[in-house]
């Protein structure tokens, strides 16, 4: 792990990130790369907080003096009841993982998830607006990324092992973005390879493929990609899954969650100091702290 490279002080600037557990958190190095290549004297610090002390936790981060902090599972939803108010971003997917404390003493919190997926998607040159785009996945990841396309424009379709809870994301989020426009598929072999040739980009938000079960793939092996362009995968341990390994055999092209989290991070950082945030140096440290393991 990237090491401070200073001694910290009572003018120390303090951030950190709240979860149960946090050990494997990569946020720490990504972080404080950023903090010692701007030469700032901030510090950010794991905090592992048992779910009991949730509360105890948000407030002590004003009591405390810190600027702020990153919330992880399984804590996303239980820091909301203790924050003054909410971004547009954190009610529409329903979860905070970032928190900022105010100079007086109030405390915000937003989700810098969906903007994290839509800058890399940028930075890729991927075009989303009227694109008809596949996400696997319901859950809280899901929920960003679903939000972001279709804040973007893009038409959005949700395949989920549990249906149920595809049709509650995809009314949650229509009731916040009246505009846009979902399907909800089955997550069935025979449902996967008809929507493949309906849609142009596919987006992995469940966890299949992630290590250490790195040979699972959610997409179905008997099939092919049909007409998809682009496969994004949400996971980025390892950054090669065995989904985006098939869908480049396929001749798709093909993006790892990497990006995402260095760029969710990135959207936290620069709410915290105000300044632009170094991202090629916090995508270095990732990478760093995900060789070193
Ligand atoms: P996260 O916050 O990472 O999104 P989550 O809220 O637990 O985590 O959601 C995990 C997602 O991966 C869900 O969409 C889940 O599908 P279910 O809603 O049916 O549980 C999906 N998932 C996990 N394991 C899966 C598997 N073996 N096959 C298909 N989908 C799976």
Redesign the pocket.
């Known amino acids: 792990m990237a090491s401070l490279t200073h001694a910290l002080t009572a003018h120390t600037r303090l951030v950190g990130i709240i979860g149960w557990p946090v050990k494997h958190s990569l946020s720490p190095s990504m972080h404080n790369a950023a903090f010692a290549a701007r030469g700032m004297d901030w510090a950010y610090v794991p905090l592992p907080v048992s779910p009991k002390w949730v509360k105890e936790a948000v407030l002590g981060l004003r009591a405390l003096g810190f600027r702020g902090a990153n919330v992880t599972?399984p804590h996303?939803e239980q820091v909301i009841p203790f924050l003054d108010h909410l971004t547009p971003e954190a009610q529409a997917i329903g979860a905070v993982n970032t928190i900022v404390v105010e100079e007086d003493g109030r405390i915000w919190g937003t989700n810098t998830d969906a903007d994290g997926f839509l800058n890399d998607l940028l930075a890729h040159d991927v075009q989303v607006e009227g694109e008809p785009v596949l996400v696997?996945?319901?859950?809280?990841?899901?929920?960003a990324v679903v939000y972001a396309l279709a804040r973007a424009g893009a038409r959005v379709t949700i395949a989920?092992?549990?249906l149920g809870?595809?049709v509650e994301l995809a009314r949650q989020i229509h009731m916040v973005l009246p505009g846009a426009s979902f399907r909800v598929v089955e997550?069935s072999a025979e449902s996967l390879t008809r929507e493949a040739e309906a849609h142009t980009i596919l987006v992995n938000?469940?966890?299949?493929g992630m290590w250490p079960d790195v040979e699972?793939s959610?997409w179905p092996s008997s099939t092919g990609f049909g007409r998809i362009k682009v496969v994004y995968d949400?996971v980025y341990r390892p950054r090669l899954t065995r989904l985006l390994r098939d869908a480049q055999a396929w001749g798709c092209r093909v993006i790892d969650g990497l990006g995402m989290l260095v760029r969710q991070g990135a959207e936290s950082w620069r709410l915290w100091t105000g300044q632009v945030p170094p991202v090629d140096i916090m995508r270095q440290a990732v990478e760093e702290a995900l060789r070193e393991g």
């Open positions: 599972v996303k696997l996945g319901a859950g809280g990841a899901a929920r989920n092992r549990t809870r595809a997550f938000a469940t966890s299949v699972a959610p949400l």
